[in-house]
Nanobody
Framework: QVQLVESGGGLVQAGGSLRLSCAASGRTLSGYFMGWFRQAPGKEREFVARITWSGGTPRYADSVKDRFSIFRDSAKKTVYLQMNSLKTEDTAVYYC????????????WGQGTQVTVSS
């Protein structure tokens, strides 16, 4: 089992920055993708970014490329999402998820953290 706990959300003005954290506990995550997703009111959950626990090239949604950065601290078992140049359309609940490298779906999720970007 894997437990994921997000933190770091809040209210920020457009153009500002936030850093989200996803603390993992439980089994080893060396064979997993760690991803960030978000869900805005009335919309489906969408992919934001992902990274393998062992490193490798991160991947980003086009909407956040060059503004967001995903990275992990293996010693702290924590994955981060650094969000810069925030826009009002980035407002959403952000979720951290974990998926086996050979799996089809993310099968572990955190409870989510709210990010609100004001104009």
């Amino acid at each position: 089992q894997v437990q994921l706990v997000e933190s770091g959300g809040g209210l920020v003005q457009a153009g500002g920055s936030l850093r989200l954290s996803c603390a993992a506990s439980g089994r080893t995550l060396s064979g997993y993708f760690m991803g960030w997703f978000r869900q805005a009111p009335g919309k489906e959950r969408e992919f934001v970014a992902r990274i393998t626990w062992s490193g490798g090239t991160p991947r980003y949604a086009d909407s956040v490329k060059d503004r967001f950065s995903i990275f992990r601290d293996s010693a702290k078992k924590t994955v981060y999402l650094q969000m810069n140049s925030l826009k009002t359309e980035d407002t959403a609940v952000y979720y951290c998820g974990a998926k086996p490298l050979t799996g089809l779906e993310y099968n572990y999720w955190g409870q989510g953290t709210q990010v609100t970007v004001s104009s």
